[in-house]
């Protein structure tokens, strides 16, 4: 178990393009970190550098104390587990695990106590003998999974490994693997485009934008304060709800908003974001540090444990999204009132989207 | 399309590459430059002296009414047998790709002329059209035809069109099968529901639909028909009777042989290589980009 | 499917069963004929139905040769068939499999240019450069030899890029897992791409295997027992041979021309006439 270090790290591409540009990333022995961002992000990119996949053009990558920019992927001591499994088609089960045992030169019995430990972990035992044609999804996973773990890495890498299995599956295998990577210590790095993946598996979490890293930290703490309109809007289902505000006294000011008194937003004006759970439905007067918005209803989404409510917020076209508790009786065309309160209020710089306020 | 991952390797695939590279060099490109260099000289009845001819070979060819005649031979033969093996093959498939029994069985006994080899395919159908003995010539005889295709060139085509058209027909059956397999069965089922019968859902959906296929076979035929049926005219009529059945690539072959015309032969085969080249450019043009619907 | 039921449903079977027909009755035709004997045959009154003479035919053909042309038995000229066959399939494999890993797998210099040499020759078939070819064969005194026969056939840009395409659509993460799991190039070789090729691979065999056995005018060249070495000496062969040539399939010999069912065998044909 090695922690990992990625120093400035660069990608560029030989047509010139940039995928990559400066990371700086620290992945304590024996953390599960996830890379999360929407698809050209560049995180895969950065996986397969840590992989030896992809050359890495500048800044540093090491494991434990070793730089390992220029090892072979062999030699960097690690195990990947890959989107579509990646298993070895015309070897059994066994086969697939015992193979990079095998090419290591690792001894006989040693291989065959190593692989029938790994599919005890992952109970497929009684498939080792079958080709990966003949296991289901979930099963090929696990194999994929078992291939890792019989190497015992320094450090496991997954690239979007649960994208391919249906959604109740995926639910499964994500506790599961949270499982054992608690259990077997090793330091991992996962990449996924999925937010909820990403919050329910990582310690640490790093949210990825255009070859940058947007924030890095614990889920929860990114979720509580995310450093950018980018993070706010990509951490957390539905995204938060952001507002273009301008300076009001000492209060945002916006067409349906109301209160919000000790906000204070900046001359050139601001984006104010809230997030639809913290919004509430009140009757009465709104307290003056709480923020209110009046709208009318034009879309209700009943799923039973929650209601999802949308409607056009003010002059700006945009439809802002409440996440009621239980049951809201809102019929669409009237109007509602809702209200959070002040600690659950954020402010963007209007051109940069970074974090201002609180 | 390149692949993500490579292989480091200095001197490996240099390794690899270098019996494929030394046959095709010394037997592809070596051979093909010599005719080049040849179809520039004259050799002597001897073979002994070579005389520098600039294009003397080629403007010789040109003015030859055999090698005219030739020309009209192939592009006869090319037409008659690509249009014959392409359409009953499309025929064919088109009757197997319907929902019938047996379709299967059908299917595979279509498909083994392609094993039989053309010289093969010649005398197989020169036994049954060979005028004093062959069932089929005795037959049209009969019908008071006056058949030999050993003393009439119209015969002597029409028997080398049929064989060689009967070689290729399976090939074109099984291509002409998977690209009507491989249109999807719901356009065909809107275009019913909009109202076309079926003959006018052949014409106007399956047909164009089929197109890249169709294409694909036509190049492939021409060049089959430019150069896999010299074992046809060889064992069916030696290009004969009085040339009526001699190919471009046959003439080149028999001037060789017969004249030991060697220039004459080369310049031939330059002409025939650029016309391969253009032929496998406008394939390849069109492949690369799929034809369009 | 969107067919009614209709009373031309017996339509597809009649138009199919006139294909086989088509097919087959040249190939039946030569059947029948290879079960009479020689006299029924030049008299042009062959029936067609199967005569009494199979065993005989086929055994003196395959294993006798005919007496009347002094011929060698055809069983000998299969076998010569098959070694050919068997060396250009196998040769053509084996070098193409390797150059499309080399060009689809690694990287350097002249990599294009290494696939455009092979490719190109796609447009140069054996026919249009058969004198320059037969003499350089002869120049390096491979006539009348197997590896003269063989050699100049195996280079194949057909089956290099079949191969190509078929290495382009294996996933790259295979190569990415085998290069984590330590795999050299060579042992991702032989341990994956290689039996994962094994359907290309018999696909190809047997098209290959078809075109060495189906060669007529190269073995026609390059197997000259009384070797000249120059192409219009074995052409003045030829010549010779073409002389009987309206008989041919026929009055010289009708038993072994009956025979000429099934895969092709080139020379025999010219044997033949």
């Known amino acids: 178990m090695s922690e990992v270090v990625l120093d400035k790290v660069r990608k560029v591409y030989a047509g010139g393009v940039e995928a990559v540009r400066g990371v700086d990333i620290h992945v304590p022995a024996g953390a599960f970190c996830v890379l999360v961002g929407p698809s050209g992000c560049g995180k895969s990119t950065l996986l397969r550098m840590i992989a030896g996949l992809e050359t890495i053009t500048g800044g540093e990558c090491r494991i434990g104390a070793r730089r390992v920019n220029e090892l072979e992927p062999a030699e960097r001591d690690i195990a990947m587990v890959f989107q579509n499994y990646a298993l070895y088609p015309h070897m059994s089960v066994y086969d697939n695990m015992a193979y990079g045992l095998r090419n290591r030169g690792t001894p006989k019995p040693e291989i065959d106590e190593r692989v029938k430990e790994a599919a005890r972990i992952l109970e497929i035992t009684p498939f080792l003998d079958r080709k990966p044609r003949a296991l289901s999804g979930g099963q090929r996973q696990r194999v994929a999974m078992g291939r890792a773990i019989v190497r015992k890495p320094q450090v496991f890498l997954f690239d979007e490994p649960l994208s391919n299995l249906d959604a109740k599956l995926r639910i499964q295998m994500r506790v599961e693997i949270k499982k054992l990577q608690r259990a077997l210590a090793v330091t991992s790095v996962y990449v996924t485009h999925d937010q909820l993946e990403a919050m329910t598996l990582a310690d640490v979490l790093v949210v990825m934008n255009k070859g940058e890293v947007e924030q890095t930290g614990a889920p929860l703490d990114i979720y509580e304060k995310p450093a950018s309109t980018f993070v706010a809007s990509f951490i ?66 009943a799923v039973g444990a929650e209601t999802f409510v949308y409607g056009p917020i003010g002059g700006t076209g945009q439809d802002i999204i409440a996440r009621l508790p239980g049951k809201a009786l809102l019929a669409p065309g009237t109007p509602v009132s809702v209200a959070a309160s002040a600690e659950h209020l954020h402010l963007f710089d209007r051109q940069t989207g970074k974090r201002i306020g609180p | 399309m390149e692949k ?19 046959i095709t060099i010394i037997f592809f490109y070596w051979p093909a430059a010599q005719a080049v260099w040849q179809s520039f000289f004259i050799q002597d009845a001897f073979g002994l002296t070579m005389q520098f001819v600039w294009f003397e070979n080629y403007s010789v060819l040109f003015a030859n009414p055999d090698y005219y005649r030739s020309m009209v031979t192939t592009l006869v033969f090319s037409c008659l047998v690509t249009f014959f093996s392409l359409s009953i093959a499309l025929m064919f498939a088109v009757q197997a790709d319907k929902h019938i029994k047996a379709a299967g069985a059908y299917k595979t006994f279509l498909m083994w002329p392609y094993a039989v ?49 009967w070689k290729q027909i399976s090939y074109n059956f099984l291509f002409f099968l998977a690209g009507l397999q ?112 | 499917m969107v067919e009614r039921q209709s009373l031309f449903s017996f339509l597809p079977h009649v138009i199919l069963l006139i294909g086989i027909f088509i097919v087959a009755f040249p190939v039946y035709v030569a059947f029948v004929a290879s079960t009479w004997d020689p006299a029924t045959i030049s008299n042009g009154q062959m029936p067609l139905w199967p005569g009494p003479h199979l065993v005989e035919n086929y055994t003196q053909t395959l294993f006798q040769g005919t007496a009347k042309s002094s011929r060698e038995p055809v069983g ?198």
């Open chain 1, 236 to 301: 957390g289902a539905p995204p938060m709800n952001l507002v273009p505000v301008e300076a009001g006294e000492n209060r945002p000011k916006a067409e349906g908003l109301t209160g919000g008194l000790g906000l204070a937003v900046p001359p050139g004006g601001a984006i104010l974001g809230v997030r639809p759970e913290h919004l509430m439905v009140v009757t009465g007067a709104v307290p003056e540090d709480s923020l209110g918005i009046t709208f009318p209803v034009s879309a209700v989404e």
């Open chain 2, 4 to 22: 993500r991952v490579v292989f480091d390797g200095k001197l490996l695939p240099y390794a690899l590459l270098m019996p494929q590279l030394l």
């Open chain 2, 117 to 165: 080899a053309p010289a093969i395919a010649g005398v197989l159908w020169l036994f049954m059209f060979q005028p004093s003995l062959g069932l089929v010539a005795q037959a049209i005889r009969a019908l008071g035809v006056d058949w030999n295709p050993q003393l009439n060139g119209g015969h002597a085509m029409t028997l080398v069109v049929m064989a060689a058209t």
């Open chain 2, 182 to 293: 491989s249109i999807p069965k719901s356009v065909i089922e809107a275009a019913a529901i909009d109202g076309a019968r079926p003959a006018r859902r052949f014409w106007t959906i399956i047909f164009p639909l089929l197109s890249p296929t169709t294409f694909f076979l036509l190049v492939v035929n021409i060049v089959y028909v430019f150069f896999d049926t010299f074992g046809i005219i060889d064992s069916v009529t030696g290009g004969g009777p009085a040339q009526a059945t001699t190919t471009l690539v046959y003439k080149v072959f028999s001037d060789g042989r017969l004249g030991g015309d060697l220039g004459g032969s080369a310049a031939q085969s330059v002409i025939l290589m650029i016309l391969v080249i253009g032929l496998t450019a406008i394939q390849f043009r069109y492949i690369e980009r799929k034809v369009q619907y």
């Open chain 3, 76 to 273: 000998m000229m299969m076998l010569n068939s098959l070694i050919m066959a068997l060396t250009i399939a196998i040769g053509k494999i084996a070098i193409s499999i390797i150059s499309a890993f080399a060009i689809v797998y690694f990287r350097f210099p002249f990599r294009m240019a290494a696939f455009w040499v092979i490719f190109v020759t796609l447009m140069l078939p054996v026919e249009v450069r058969i004198y320059p070819t037969y003499k350089i064969v002869a120049d390096l005194g491979l006539l009348d030899s197997y590896l003269g026969l063989t050699v100049p056939l195996i280079a194949s840009a057909t089956a290099t890029l079949l191969f190509r395409q078929f290495f382009m659509t294996v996933p790259d993460e295979l190569v990415e897992a085998s290069k984590i799991d330590g795999a050299s190039a060579m042992q991702f070789f032989k341990d994956t791409l290689l039996p994962l090729s094994i359907t290309s691979i018999a696909a190809l065999f047997v098209i290959q295997f078809i075109y060495g056995w189906n060669q007529y005018l190269w073995p026609l060249l390059i197997t000259t027992r009384e070797s000249m070495g120059r192409p219009d000496g074995v052409a003045d062969r030829h010549g010779d041979r073409r002389a009987g040539h309206a008989a041919a399939g026929a009055g010289g010999d009708p038993d072994a021309a009956a025979l000429r069912q099934g895969p092709g065998r080139d020379r025999e044909v010219r044997q033949f006439r």
